[in-house]
């Protein structure tokens, strides 16, 4: 199946500073990528959806100007996380739909970013 | 709006042991039904779907039916490895794409 690459897999930074996270995909287009959050033994809830060439989608709840996404091109999408706190400390994954139809309508995603704010 | 009700863990079981985890959903229109698995440290895996009423997904063992009529796509495998220990989710998805997930079961099988 068409893959997904997701990184960094594992961040830990201080509380104030910013985190990129990247999501590619490696061997087909995306115009549309997703965000997910997990929370501890917890179910994945969308954040966003990232449009290639235009502004994200953001789901009810989520602050639009602390996690930034950025789709500049078919093949990767970016989320920061802005003057990152604790709290904001989860694991993030990505996912990705092969549009050519290779992959019929399926999801792939990432492999995750557990992202710890300390 | 779209929800899954997965039946809650952490489910634990002898090697070749029958699996059963219970899944319900909501939805408006006919949405596809998925079951991804998530082994430890890892994303993740699709592990089957079933795209309309009464198809049945199966991969590796496991199966599950979309049940229209009980709004339901039960996970079932009947006899499980240790391999098989990780974290499995319902999932649904409508036109727009976005997948709804259930809350997740952590099944352990011990050897």
């Known amino acids: 199946g068409a893959v997904v690459s997701q990184h960094p897999s594992r961040v830990i930074c201080k509380s104030g500073t910013s985190v990129k996270i990247e999501c590619r995909s490696l061997?087909?287009?995306?115009?549309?990528m997703f965000w997910y959050r997990q929370f501890p033994k917890q179910s994945l809830m969308l954040m966003a959806t990232s449009n290639e060439g235009s502004k994200a989608t953001y789901e009810q709840g989520v602050e639009k100007d602390k996690f930034l996404i950025n789709h500049a091109s078919l093949t990767l999408s970016t989320l920061t996380v802005t003057s990152a706190h604790p709290e904001d400390s989860s694991f993030y994954i990505c996912?990705?739909?092969?549009?050519?139809?290779?992959?019929?309508?399926?999801?792939?995603f990432g492999q995750g970013t557990r992202l710890t704010v300390v | 709006g779209d929800s899954v009700t997965q039946m809650e863990g952490p489910v634990t079981l002898s090697e070749e042991a029958f699996l059963t985890i219970n899944c319900t959903y909501t939805a408006t229109g006919y949405p596809s039904l998925f079951w991804y698995v998530q082994y430890p440290g890892e994303g993740l895996q699709l592990l089957l779907k079933a795209t309309k009423a009464d198809d049945k997904g199966s991969n590796k063992g496991f199966e599950a039916t979309y049940r229209k009529e009980t709004t339901s796509f039960h996970l079932e495998k009947g006899s499980v490895q240790v391999s098989d220990s990780a974290v499995y989710f319902c999932?649904?998805?409508?036109?727009?794409?976005?997948?709804?997930f259930g809350a997740g079961t952590t099944v352990t099988v011990r050897a």
């Open positions: 996912s990705a739909r092969d549009e050519s139809g290779r992959g019929g309508t399926e999801a792939f």
């Open positions: 999932a649904l998805r409508t036109n727009d794409y976005k997948l709804s």
């Open positions: 061997d087909f287009q995306a115009t549309t």
